[in-house]
Each structure stands twice: as C-alpha cells, then as structure tokens.
C-alpha cells in the first residue's frame, strides 16, 4: 500500500481505512467509484479485500500477476485478490494454525469467481508434485462438478449457485495441497420443480439434455429436446447465449473421470437426473372419486426403469400415503393437488439427497489419509443478504445466515483487534458499533426466536397455516424493535409499548445506520408479511409457504418408495432405517440453524480474512457503476460498519522494521542507516517529523498512527524526498555503471593488448627466427659462393644472380656511347654479363640506327669515311670529329644573301653543273706563297677555284692526281693535278678551315677513294709543269705559315693535345 500511497490522487485510496471521511458513505462510494472506472475492482479495509465485479475480463489473472504477487509484502502491490490468497497461506505457513476466507456478497457480484481465483491461485503458487498434482486438478475439478449441479441461471446471475459452500483446503507442513473437504448449505430444491419467469432449472438437466451422447440419452430414455421436459420449461429460457450446455457437459465427464467416479456411479447418477425429468412429465387425473390416477405410463416406466423400483410400487407411492391409523397402517388415495405436490416433493427429495451424495462423493476424492497434523484454508463461498420485492423463506435464512456471519466478524475483529492493542501493550478504547446479537436472538432464540416459533407451527397437530404463523410471532414478539408487522403496536422508544422492559434491554446501544420501524414504514407492510430490521438494513418477508418449506414434508410414503430402489445413490440416500423413525424429522430452518452453528464452530477456531463482492449493476454490463446499487451493497454487507471498527482507534498500524525501511529518508539520523532499534529509530524519525503527542501511540512491535492525515503528510513529504533521492541515487548508480563499464573495457583493454602483444612478439619471433635462418644461409651461400652449385649456396647465388639483374636494370648505359659503362658482374655472372651486354649494345646500336634520320645517315657515312682516311693519320683529325659536316659553306644567292656566296657570273658558266659543295678556302701562290682568299666549288664533273666572278681554276676529276695532306694538326691540303694538261696551271696549295669535310666531299662526288694521301715532313708539289716546289710541315709554337729561307712554304702548327 505504501508504494501506492501516492497513486491515491488519480485512482484513490487503496484503504478505505486511510480515508479521512470515514464515516461518509458517500465518500466511500467515490471512492470505490473512482477505482471501478480506472479499472482497479479491488480495494482493502485493512485486510478486508473489497471485491467490485468487473463484468468483463482483465488481464490481472496471469501467471505472471501470481508470481508477482507470490510472497510479496500485503500492502506493497495494488490490490488483489492474489494478495489476499497469498498473505492467508504464508500466515498460515509461518504461524502453523487455521485461516478460512469468507467471500460475500449478492447474488452475481462475483464470490464464486472469487474463490475460484483463489484455488487457482493455490494450484499454481503451491508446492508442486505428481500426488499433489491430483489432489490440485480433484480440487480444481470439483468446481465444475458442484456447479452443474448446484448452480443455475437465474435472473441476476447466469451462474448463480443455489446452494452455500464451504472448501476446506489442507496442507501439508511444506504448503502442498493434500487435501479437501466441503460442506454445503440449503440448496435450492424448489428450482427442481419450479423456475421463475426467466430462470432455468439447475444447469446439469439442460447439460444431459443438449450434451448427453446418444447412447446414453436413449438409455435414459431422454430426447435431446428440453421443451419436452416440464421441468426445465417453466422459466420460458432452457437455452441461454452465455452459457454452452454442450461444452459444460464435456468439462463434467472429463471433472467426473478425474474424481474417480466409477462407471456404475455415473450411471447411477445420471439415472437420477433423468427419473426428475420423467418424474416432471407424471401427470395426474382425477377418477370417478376425486382421486388422482396417473395417464400416461410413458413416464412412469421410465422412472421405474431408472431407478430400479417395481411400477406397482411407484404408482402406488405417488398416488396414495400412509397413514397410522392405530396400530394399522392404512393407505390414503391423494386428490390430484396432492398428488402433484408429492410427486414434486419426491423430486425435490430425490435430487436435494444426491446433490449431498455428491458433495460426499467428491469429499471422499479429496480426502487425504495421511495422519499428520494439518493446516487448514477454508473458503467460505455464501450468499449475501437478498432483498427482493418479494422475499420468502429462502430469503429469511440466507439473511439470518449473514446476521450470524456479521456477528462473527464483528466477534473475530474485535477480539483480533483488542488482541492486537493488547500484544502491543496498547490501551483499550472500547469501539462503539452496532452489535446485531438481538437480531441473531430474535431470530434463533430458543423457545422465543422466529425459528422456534416457525417449528412450533409446523410441528402443530391440526391446522397450522402460514398466517396463524404469522400471528404467533405478532403475539410473542411483536415488541422487538427489530421485527414489523402490520398489525404491530409498538412505539420505539417514543411510544407506549406492552413490554417495555424487553425494550429497553434490545434497544441498540449505538445510533448506526439502523432505523427502527416507525409507523410510517409500518403502513407500507401487506397483511401477510413481517419486517425484519436487519443490521444492514430492513427486509419485508412474504410469510406464504413458509410453512411448507421449512416442512419440506416428503410423505413417508414416498421414502418408503425411494428405499425399494435399485439404484446404489437413491439407497444410499434414503437409508433403510429412515421411513421407520419415529421421530419426526428435523424441519429445514433448524437443520440450516445446526448448520450454521456447525459452520460458526469451524469458523471461530479459525482466523478469519474477508472478501466482500459487490455488483456494480443489475445489467451485467461492463463499466457501468450504479450508486443506488452499490450504496444498497455497501450498507447490506457492512461495510461501513466494518471500517468503522477498523478505524476505531488507529487508521494505520505498521511494524517499525517497515515504517523505518520506508520513511528512513526523512531524518538525518535515520539515514541511510540506523544502528539502533528499529522502535527506537522510528522514535527518532517521528520526533523530526514533528508528530503531536495523540496522534501515534507506540506499541511494542508497530507505530499506530490514529489519522490517515497525518501518514498522508510523512507520505508526501517522502515522495518529495525520494525524488531527490532517486536523483542522487541514480547519479550514484549511473557512476558505478559508468566505472564498472570503464573497468570492464580496460580489462577488456587490457586484455586485447596482451593478446596483440603477445601476437606480435610470436611474430617478431617467428620474424627473427627466419632471419637467423636466411642470414645463416646467406653466411653460409656466401662461404661457399665459388663453389658448384650446392644445397649450401644455391639460394645465395640465385639472391647474387638476381640481385645483379636487378642492379644491372636499373644501371644500364644511357646510350650507345656509354657501352663500357657496364656493372662489373660477380664470377658466376660473368659469361651471362658478357652476353647480356653484347645483346644490350646491339640493341642500343640497333635501337640508334633505327631512330636517326636519312639525312643524318648521310652525313655519318661521310663521318665513317672521313674516319677511313684520317683516323690515327692526321693530328688534328680527332677534332672533326664532333663537327657535323654542312651541305656546302658557300650559298648560292638565290638561297642566301649572306656575305659569302657564289658569284652568280660564276654560276651562269657553270650552268648545266649543278654544285655540290662550296668551300672558303686560302690559296698560296705557288710563286711566292703569298695567301688569297678564293672558293672552292665541287661539281659533280670538277672542282673551281673561283675568286669573285672569276673562275681561276678548273680541274676535271680526271685530271686530279690526289690531295696531300700534312699528318699534323695543319689545315693545308695540296691538289695534285695533272701535268700533262697545258692549261692546267699546276698544283694548288689551299687552306682550309673545313678541311676533312671538304676532302671527304670531294672523295665523294668526285668517287675517288684513295685521292687523299697523308704525308709527314713536306710534300712536294708542281708550280707549274716541270717546276716543283715544297711545303714542309711542322709542328711549332704557334701556327705559322711563312716562306722559308730554302724556298718552301714553311707550315707551322701547334700539336694537337690528345682528348
Ligand atoms: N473478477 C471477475 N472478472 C470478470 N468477471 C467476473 C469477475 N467476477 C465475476 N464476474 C462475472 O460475474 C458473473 C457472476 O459471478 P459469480 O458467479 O461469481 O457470482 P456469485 O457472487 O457467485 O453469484 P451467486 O451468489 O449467484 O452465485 C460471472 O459469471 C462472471 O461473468
Ligand atoms: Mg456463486
């Protein structure tokens, strides 16, 4: 409850016990109101469980809503009945003693669901094994079983149980279920021989007629057709939507097996149930005299058959009685009434003494063997008080029943809760309530109590009829302040009465919700009915058939009948020894009065626990809260009353281990921890909280707090506290799951580092292992490099040979010219070295001859020529080299307008000649060597020297004897020509800057190739035919030409320095 304390805004309170206005019944009621609408049916009056039927199905029935409900504290979970179902069993559990839950309330508001959760509840939190397992599913199934034959569809309920139970459940000393017992109260024969309007009879005649197979239907000599059968026709509704006949009948054979009825048993029974049906359809016709005689013998073969009774003997017995005449016994003929009301009778007989067999039967099923001591749970399934329009003697013992369960709850409350002052050495304060005693009295009072007088009457030779009953009870109690009747003259207090004394001592002693009959409400009384002032209210009572019913007069005729069967039940139920008991047989009022003392004795030896059901609606339908007819229940199942008692004293009472857990927050010193008592802590507590002296008491083991205001105060005060708790609390918690997180993932850090350490150093091991291995290789090939190839060196020398090719690629000359930049090869190389670099340089040479051009092709072949004539002859060769040769050194002026040309004189006379190469040269006159400056022109037919526009010499390729040339580094050529020619003027002495290019040249054109001759010392030439003269070459200082003293030109040049 504490931890719903809060909730009490928006969905009430869950404790009537903690509403301030206690006393209001209207506060009550919206409160109950409130709940109902947000779906919670269930609030407590401390442990009463207030029980408002949903008329709908919700989900708090699970599994899951047991388990969270099982051995969990009452008041920290919502309401329910689970709650209730498990504090009765771990009470009974932990104090080893007897509990019983008595559940109430009007027809339809819910009690047998109730219990029905209850042992649900039980058989699925108890302890679990295969025995107890069947004493479960025989406990579980007895339900079914009982309710097909005690319960029917009446206006207010379609499963209405017409008859009272009590379920004893034992367990064992661990708290499974081992066994049961049940006792029944008052069923409600008359529904066999009469439905009202709208009613049916009970469920198993419609369940055997709409389910029964065929064969067994036959057998029975039953059609599968209610409407054939008077007995089940006269509420006008056998068939009801809500209810599955067929499907019930199933759940009943299969409940039957596992109770371990025999064959023969269900025969037997269904025999019965059957014969009622047949018995219904009797009808009677009046002879010739007036007496009834059966028409039809359908039926009574039938019954006769079923029930194994000779025919004769049945007619007999329905159409006459015996009468003691003397000492004679003599037989009667019945009138056709007669012989209806008792073949009715029979029925009523017949089917009230099975059900009873039943219950026995089923008792035996469940009852356990075993001689250890016992615990015991009683469930306690009773109608509540009925007030109809018209009430009748079924509604006066259902109503006298609850007066006797009201007086004993206020006897076990009260005594439980001075028991609990007194435990907790709490004084006293006496609770004024309405003790409802003097209606207990007035009805069961010996001699003088309404059952007495009912007895009385009907015991009465002669003619005793209901009213002359009722005017018994006018004339010996009509001065009870609690019983009206239309003739009464009393007056409550205020008025003059025949017997003050008896009232005085009957008045109540508290004013209650109790208001005794004045003369007003007196008026509204019909002859024939009487009041009773209930303790939850007024009831009027119809006194017609009283007398019959509480006679329940079976002719002696008819047992005698019942005893001849053949059928193992019927003899059961009518015991040979009956019909000759002299003694007349108990009426129905006192057998229910022994019962119910019977049922108080179990009860008072037990602790008691309290649901009280009500019934939001006459309709049945979901959602709908009727205050008329909630306020009526809550005033007839005294509730009011009941929480009037509760809050005598004290609203709140809690052990202080509980109240200091909880409220602890609120003081300093109590929190987090208290080292002390806990009694001493809560003083503590209390003391900051500023409690005022009367408002809480301390017992011994609880604080009792004596107004629901001021626990509201410390609850609210709490829930403030507690948000700022929860905060620091869940920064804690967040912080320890942040830690907790952080040391998880350095761990886990850790961990992996370790692992990747670890990995690498195998690695790295691994890493060096085969470096030791490849360099010990290496060592080893390297040792033995010179040696043939050997498993040693094999993967050295491969490295060494690769390693070369690998260096040799990236080294490898640039061009055709480098080819003696080659890497030197190691030994095992060198063959392959040599022969790859005789294939590179080919293909480099290759590769060159491809890329350069025709032009340049030519000028090379002039190069390699000129190399042919001059290498290692003339000194100043080498220098040529690098020179590219040009086509000519003289350009015609129609190509170039430079300052050196051919004169175009020159040109127009040689005409046809086309020229080939043109060269400045210098010519020494070969009188006197005097230097000037003439071209040389080369045709293809002959070579010109030609000064300006003059040519000054032509020599014919064929008259041109050879060139000399000095070996030194001079550029003088001598151009021997032939002396034979007349004209010729002799040999040219020439010097020129292009020398090689220009002797190359001519060698070419003129196709001439040994024309060049390299001589050393000094050449002879011809001045002019027959006249020779001399050139010495030499090498000097500088270069010089000059006439030498002996005549010759002297040629000087200095020496070429070697590249
Ligand atoms: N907790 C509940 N949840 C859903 N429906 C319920 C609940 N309690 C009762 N009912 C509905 O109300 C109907 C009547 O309930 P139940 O038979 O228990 O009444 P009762 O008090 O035993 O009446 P009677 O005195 O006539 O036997 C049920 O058949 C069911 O439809
Ligand atoms: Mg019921």
Redesign the pocket.
Known sequence: MEAALTARDRVGIQDFVLLDAHTSETAFLDNLRKRFHENL?YTYIGTLLV?V??????DI?SKKQMDTYMGVNFFELPPH?YALADNVFRTMQSEFNNHFIL?S?????????????ILQFYAVSCPSTKVLDNVRDRLLLSNPVLEAFG?AK?L???????FGKYMDIQFDHQGGAVGGHILSYLLEKSRVVHQNHGERNFHIFYQLVEGGEEDLLRWLGLERNCQLYRYLVQGDCAKVS?ISDKSDWRMLRKALAVIEFSESDVEDLFSIIASVLHLGNIRFEADGRGYACTSGHKETHWVSKLLGIPTQVLLQGLTHRKIEAKAEEVLSPFSVDHAVYARDALAKAIYGRTFSWLVGKINESLVNKDSSRKTVIGLL?I??FEVFSVNSFEQFCINYCNEKLQQLFIQLTLKSEQEEYEMEGIEWEPVPYFNNKIICDLVEEKHRGIIALLDEECLLPGEATDLTFLEKMEEKICGHPHFVTSVTHYCCGRQTHRDKNYLKKTLCPIPCSHKLADQKTRKTLERGDFRLLHYAGEVTYCVVGFLDKNNDLLYRNGKEVMRQSKNAIVKHCFPATEPHSKRRPETVVTQFKNSLVGLTEILMSKEPWYVR?I?PNES?QPGRFDDVLVRHQVKYLGLMEHLRVRRAGFAYRRKYEIFLQRYKPLCPDTWPNWRGSAAEGVQRLIKHLGYKRDEYKMGRTKIFIRHPRTLFATEDAFQVCKHKLATRIQAKYKGYRVKEEYAKQKEAATKIENCWRGLLARKEREKRAWAVKVIKKFIKGFITRNQPSCVDNSEYLAYVRQNYLTRLAENLPKTVLEKDHWLTAPPIMQEASQLLKKLYTRLMVRKYVRGISPQRKAQLLLKAQTSTMFKCKKENYPFSVCRPFADTRIWSLLFHQGAEDINTKVLQIMQHEQVKYSVPVVKYDRNGFRPRLRQLIFTLEAAYLVEEAKIKQRMDYGSLRGVSVSNLSDNFLILHVSCDDIKQKGDLVLQCDYLFEALTKLCVIANKQNYIKVVQGSVRFDIQPGREGFVDFKSGQESIVYRAKNGHLMVESTRAKSR
Not at 105 to 117: L, M
Not at 156 to 162: E, G, I, T
């Open positions: 049916i029980s039927n949903p008329y709908k199905e919700l029935y009945i559940i309330g009007e027809s339809g508001a819910g009690k047998t669901e109730a219990s029905k959760k319960n009446t207010k309920n379609d499963n209405s149980s017409r809500s399934d109608y509540g059901c019934k049945k």
